[in-house]
């Protein structure tokens, strides 16, 4: 465990130290709140349209921040493959949960600590602080290991610019268009709609927004497929990178 934790320190000043990580990281969930809550003042009651008031919008906004989370662990795997300080640390006694564990601590803890800066902000919009803004925080915990889980497989198998493409720009607009939260599927329908309904993304926004309003019953059957998700993504990633450290 101690090797496991020296590792996440190291990853997370790793990722910390780069501005523009920590905008993204950080800061780009907050932009997108601010920017939604300004749509939102600009629609007329009489448009009857909540979709973007800050108790509808925040879990959504939350829930796409954590996907930047594949792009910083898999370009920080890509990167630590790329400069051979793997290869050095692999004749280590580390074992692979230590490698594994030491990736995945850091992000979630990035992750958590992103969803409590986009609630706080939210609540100075008027969004309540109660036991579901804990429930919803809670929820986004497989959200956030299923984008680690895809970060590593990524990091793993591709070198920086292939991780940049693949999770920066292709993972973050399927997410953002797929999950609801830029658009409302509902008025699209059709093989949009469907294909939202099989990919995960739809599920997690809806999984954190039936959580912070303590919808339970509605709130299971979308964490159940996250979570499934979650746990077949992940898994893949740890058989991914033991084949590497073997190889």
Request: aromatic share 10%.
């Amino acid at each position: 465990m101690r090797k496991t934790l020296l590792f996440s320190r190291r990853n997370a000043q790793e990722i910390l130290r780069d501005p523009v990580n920590l905008f993204f990281c950080l800061g780009f969930p907050l932009v997108l709140l601010f920017l939604f809550l300004l749509i939102n003042r600009a629609i007329p009651e009489s448009a009857q349209n909540t979709m973007f008031e800050v108790q509808n919008v925040t879990p959504g906004v939350a829930m796409f921040g954590t996907v930047f989370l594949s792009l910083f662990c898999g370009m920080l795997l890509a990167k630590d493959r790329n400069n051979a300080f793997l290869m050095r640390l692999f004749a280590s006694p580390m074992r692979p949960s230590d490698f594994i564990g030491g990736y995945t601590l850091p992000m979630l803890a990035i992750g958590m600590l992103q969803t409590v800066l986009t609630f706080t902000a939210a609540s100075f919009s008027g969004l309540p602080f109660t036991s579901h803004t804990l429930l919803a925080l809670v929820v986004l915990i497989p959200i956030a290991l299923m984008f680690v889980g895809i970060g590593l497989i990524c990091g793993s198998v591709l070198q920086e610019t292939g991780v940049g493409g693949i999770c920066g720009a292709l993972l973050t607009n399927l997410v953002g268009w797929l999950s609801g939260v830029w658009i409302p599927l509902d008025l699209i329908g059709g093989a949009f709609r469907t294909i939202s309904h099989i990919l995960p993304f739809f599920h997690a926004a809806e999984a954190a927004k039936d959580a912070l309003s303590g919808s339970i019953p509605a709130m299971l059957p979308h964490l159940g497929i996250v979570s499934a998700y979650a746990v077949t993504c992940y898994l893949a990633a740890i058989v991914v990178f033991r084949r590497k450290m073997r190889g």
